[in-house]
DNA sequence: ACCGTATGAGACATTCATGTCTCATACGGT
DNA sequence: ACCGTATGAGACATGAATGTCTCATACGGT
């Protein structure tokens, strides 16, 4: 085998996220291999992009795991959760950018397994911004589904900012911390 | 005629907020009209995207106009910058509700005129951006087109939002500003 | 009542992506 | 060197969307 099944993904999601509207003929082109081996490997462009989205899924899955949001939602501890939060959004980061398309492909997010695998994925998240507003890290006046959705936003910003070059790749997770806890106002007191 | 070209505009730009994949097909049925009477005002589909995007950016640019953008970054006085981000960021609430798809569709956005277009338009927010900061009245330490991306990031949150029916309309202005410019953090001080 | 115009229904050709299939060939392991 | 397997090239059928066209009809103004 030239390409494996996870190199084609790979080379998939580079394609789209440059052309969301690449042709599985333009995919199997991007992955070097022919439409016949392609469609060996995923029967359907339906099978691939399900395939992308899972494998998405499972990185923002880790991300919540690895950081320790559950655990954190469950202590209550300022302190752990102000930790497990900033941990999440620099694994959100890395998500959003590898798999960016995703973040606002229709036929992705349309898909019903993906959709309520993300729909479980958010309200584990909406639970923990329910959980540090109620340990006071962040702010009780928001409600918890629009600070989820918030942070969905900034990481279309983030998407776009890397795609179009406009802040270097090592800045973004400050930039995005710094922005989503205190905003773009200046400061009256400090 | 039943239909001006103008509504046939609007039931457009609503069906396509809830599938942007829609079809001429399906556009032509929302609009309560034939496939034949829409190819008569919109000779291609692409003519009828472009439209749409123009009407768009028209609306984007009378934001400007209307919060006076231009005129505060040029005036440089705090006060004036403040009151024009607010009644801009109002504005952009509008828009980006009623034009929610085009914020995120791939073809849009990658029409010359339109892209033409949004680059003007945000290179005059980008510099209101940055007088907003030499007055005072944005944060210094984030690059200016960091913040332009973050207030798209946050439109789409707010489309998504209002889509999902997870907060009120009402209550997005407040949501988007207090968010936008103070974060989603408890204010240790206050 | 009449006439011009806009409309709807539908047929039609075209294009494009998709998925299937065949067959020759190149490659890898034994 | 041989054989089994994966691959590439390409033909093919299918389906969907698009854009064009025709024709009958309904509507509106005079």
New binding site residues.
């Given amino acids: 085998?030239?390409?494996s099944r996870e190199q084609i993904m790979s080379t998939a999601i580079q394609h789209l996220n440059e052309n969301p509207l690449a042709?599985?003929?333009q995919l199997a082109e991007a992955a070097?291999?022919?439409?016949?081996?392609l469609?060996?490997q995923f029967?359907?462009?339906?099978e691939l992009m399900l395939a992308l989205g899972r494998r998405a899924h499972e990185q923002w899955e880790q991300v919540q795991e690895r950081s320790g949001v559950v655990d954190a939602t469950a202590s209550g501890d300022p302190e752990v959760i102000g930790k497990a939060l900033d941990a999440m959004l620099a694994g959100l980061i890395e998500v959003a950018d590898a798999y960016g398309f995703g973040l606002t492909d229709y036929a992705m997010l349309v898909n019903p397994e993906l959709k309520r695998r993300s729909d479980e994925l958010e309200e584990r998240e909406i639970a923990f911004y329910a959980a540090a507003q109620q340990a006071g890290v962040l702010r009780a006046d928001l409600p918890a589904r629009w600070i989820s959705n918030t942070v969905y936003g900034l990481l279309v910003a983030v998407r776009e900012s890397l795609r179009r070059g406009d802040v270097a790749r090592r800045d973004v997770p400050r930039l995005l911390l710094t922005t989503y806890l205190h905003g773009a106002a200046r400061r009256e007191e400090s």
Same sequence: chains 1, 2.
């Fill in positions: 085998m030239a390409m042709s599985m003929a070097g291999i022919s439409r016949a081996t469609h060996r029967s359907s462009r339906e």
